[in-house]
């Protein structure tokens, strides 16, 4: 789930075997220098838009996930607001490559509160490239319940709060 290069919304179905629904939570206009952001999303095109999402399979949430648009990117690909980014990129068909940049131990309170579990959580972020250039760039947080499916995880210190 973390270094995969495959859609983590495709993973959760198939490990579940419930579609994935998608709950936006917030989408919205964000400074390219926002503090808590992955370096890497200096690297797209102002103005940008934030997009987070609560990712559920029947009665359990299994991740949280935000990314970061060029506000005329996420017109084009992000239409249907409630479908996962891999389908709305997939759409038409062409090639997109991702390049995972990061992994961390995160802790939040919300976090605690929405996974019904205690942090630490496993997180990744990584970038989407099409033509060679950074399309989108996302973070996910996964929920520990998803251990169930793919058994225990060792967690060490937190390494990041997300705020």
């Not at 609560?54 to 690909?77: F, I």
């Not at 759409?91 to 802790?107: K, M, N, Y």
């Not at 919300?110 to 973070?139: D, K, M, N």
Request: aromatic share 10%; charged share 25%.
């Amino acid at each position: 789930m973390l270094l995969g290069d495959g859609s983590p919304t495709r993973h959760l179905q198939l490990l579940t075997g419930h579609e994935v629904q998608v709950t936006v939570i917030a989408m919205e206009s964000v400074p390219t220098s926002e503090e808590t952001a992955p370096i890497e999303v200096k690297e797209l095109i102002p103005p940008l838009l934030k997009r987070q999402v609560w990712l559920k399979c029947g009665s359990h949430t299994l991740a949280w996930a935000e990314s970061w648009w060029n506000q005329n990117e996420a017109k084009q690909h992000l239409q249907n607001k409630s479908q996962p980014i891999w389908s709305s990129l997939t759409q038409g068909r062409s090639e997109l490559f991702r390049e995972v940049d990061g992994l961390a131990l995160v802790t939040a309170k919300w976090l605690e509160i929405e996974f019904g579990r205690a942090g630490p959580f496993w997180s990744r972020h990584y970038r989407f490239f099409r033509q060679e250039r950074e399309l989108t760039v996302i973070r996910e947080v996964f929920s520990p319940e998803l251990e169930m499916w793919l058994g225990p995880v060792p967690r060490g210190e937190a390494t990041k709060t997300i705020k």
